[in-house]
């Protein structure tokens, strides 16, 4: 399940992706123009934006070009859905900074297998990939978090900010980025939620002696790490 941001002005079209984003267990948001998408984006960062090209006032190539130039958006999966289906076209896409370009028509199947492909290259934590680090094990599909066999309880929000962690390891994290990433929400929700989430999330671990692997960075934010400190591995 993943957060998908649809930027689409042809309501039908829009309609039609959405639901079959929504029956593949997708959340969808609708965007019919720039301005709409660039609110949407304001408020909550999805995991993969679907971005036409023709809009009404500003285009998509505009809107990635943007995106691009944001931090906060740099990094944003975007695939560019178009009626064009030019080499040249398809060039300026890539260019203005879309990671995957789609030919309207297009099957529904090859949408997701495009969707599939980008997140598992940009976004893994909003696939159901089982990941595995130092021992410690999470699969999203049964929801199950375990240490050499023995199960760790963790709440859903945990669960979900583990996830994130583990699929993006060795990597200082932000609270604003986490908020962003793993609650989709950096503007309603207080910095401050992070770090009780980390706290629980710790607890939680310390049982199975994995509380060190979540890292704090002083200043910065989080990270998970595979090489803790032999001393501090009962932390
Ligand atoms: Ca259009």
Redesign the pocket.
């Given at each position: 399940m993943s957060r998908i941001l649809v930027v689409?002005?042809?309501s039908a079209?829009a309609e039609l992706i959405a639901i079959n984003l929504r029956h593949a267990g997708h959340e969808v948001t609708i965007a019919e123009t720039a301005d709409e998408a660039q609110f949407a984006i304001a408020k909550a960062l999805p995991e993969l934006v679907l971005l036409?090209?023709?809009?009404?006032g500003q285009s998509?190539l505009a809107l990635a070009k943007r995106w691009r130039a944001d931090p906060r958006t740099r990094t944003l999966p975007i695939i560019m859905l178009t009626?064009r289906a030019d080499e040249a076209d398809r060039v300026t896409g890539l260019d203005a900074g879309a990671d995957d370009y789609l030919s309207k028509p297009f099957s529904t199947n090859e949408l997701m297998a495009r969707i599939r492909a980008l997140l598992r290259r940009k976004a893994p934590e909003a696939l159901d990939d089982a990941v595995e680090i130092a021992g410690l094990q999470l699969d999203p599909a049964t929801r199950r978090v375990s240490f050499e066999g023995r199960e760790v309880k963790v709440g859903p929000t945990e669960f979900r900010l583990l996830r994130f962690l583990m699929t993006h390891p060795e990597r200082v994290h932000s609270r604003a980025q986490l908020l962003d990433r793993v609650w989709g929400d950096h503007v309603f929700i207080e910095e401050r939620t992070v770090d009780v989430h980390v706290k629980r999330l710790r607890e939680a671990l310390a049982p199975v002696q994995c509380a060190a692997m979540i890292e704090t960075s002083r200043g910065v934010g989080y990270r998970m790490t595979a090489h803790v400190q032999a001393n501090s591995r009962t932390a």
């Open positions: 689409e002005d042809e079209i036409d090209w023709m809009l009404p998509g009626a």
